[in-house]
Structure formats: structure tokens, C-alpha cells
């Protein structure tokens, strides 16, 4: 089991940043990712961070913007977001993938077994 809890969402001006951050109980993961779902839209991948390696994925549409990073010694990850946009306004979930396979394709849903409660992030413009 894995348990993850997600903090750091709020409201924002375009322009600015927040910092997510996602704290993971448990078993160890391979991967954990951040994944985001606005009103009426899929949930969509963001940005992910694969253990083996230090790999660090990202979503075109956060390079540049956001960085995600980890805590080994808090067994947590971060999500740096700037220049949020108002299109970023989503409710947030951290995710956490412990399948042999499942840093292969971390930019998919299916790779993540795990999933937190999820956090708002509200971009006014």
C-alpha cells in the first residue's frame, strides 16, 4: 500500500507560482508523477519523476514553467509551478506507479497504481 497526500493548491494571478508538494507513505514507488483534470476534461499527465536514473518527465505545455523534484530524505516530491496561466486551473494528484513496467511510460495513466486526493490550483487571470 501507498499513501500519498498532496498540499500546496490555492489561488493565484496569472504570472504567479505555487509549489505542490506530495508526501508518499508505503511501499517504494518506481515512479511518481503529477497528473491534473479541469471541469469537464480528461485527467492529463504533467510531469513525473522516475527513480532509477533521476529521470524527470514533463507535458508540453508545463516545460519551461514547472520543475519537478524530490525529497528523497522526506520521501516526497515537489512540483514547482511559474507563470501559471489560467488554463492550468485544475485540481492537482500526485501519483505513484510501483510496477516494474511502470517507469517505461510515465506519461501514461495506466502506469500509476496510486493516486492521491488531489489538491486545487485556481489561476485567475
Known amino acids: 500500500q501507498v499513501q500519498l497526500v498532496e498540499s500546496g493548491g490555492g489561488l493565484v494571478q496569472a504570472g504567479g507560482s505555487l509549489r505542490l508538494s506530495c508526501a508518499a507513505s508505503?511501499?517504494?514507488?518506481?515512479?511518481l508523477g503529477w497528473f491534473r483534470q479541469a471541469p469537464g476534461e480528461e485527467r492529463e499527465f504533467v510531469a513525473a519523476?522516475?527513480?532509477?536514473?533521476?529521470?524527470?518527465y514533463y507535458a508540453d505545455f508545463v516545460k519551461g514553467r514547472f520543475t519537478i523534484s524530490r525529497d528523497d530524505a522526506k520521501n516526497s516530491i515537489t512540483l514547482q509551478m511559474n507563470f501559471l496561466k489560467p488554463e492550468d486551473t485544475a485540481v492537482y494528484y500526485c501519483?505513484?506507479?510501483?510496477?516494474?513496467?511502470?517507469?517505461?511510460?510515465?506519461?501514461?495513466?495506466?502506469?500509476?497504481?496510486?493516486w492521491g486526493q488531489g489538491t486545487q490550483v485556481t489561476v485567475s487571470s
Open positions: 508505503g511501499r517504494s514507488s518506481i515512479v
Open positions: 501519483a505513484a506507479g510501483l510496477r516494474a513496467d511502470s517507469g517505461a511510460c510515465p506519461r501514461l495513466r495506466a502506469s500509476y497504481d496510486y
Open positions: 519523476f522516475r527513480r532509477r536514473g533521476g529521470n524527470t
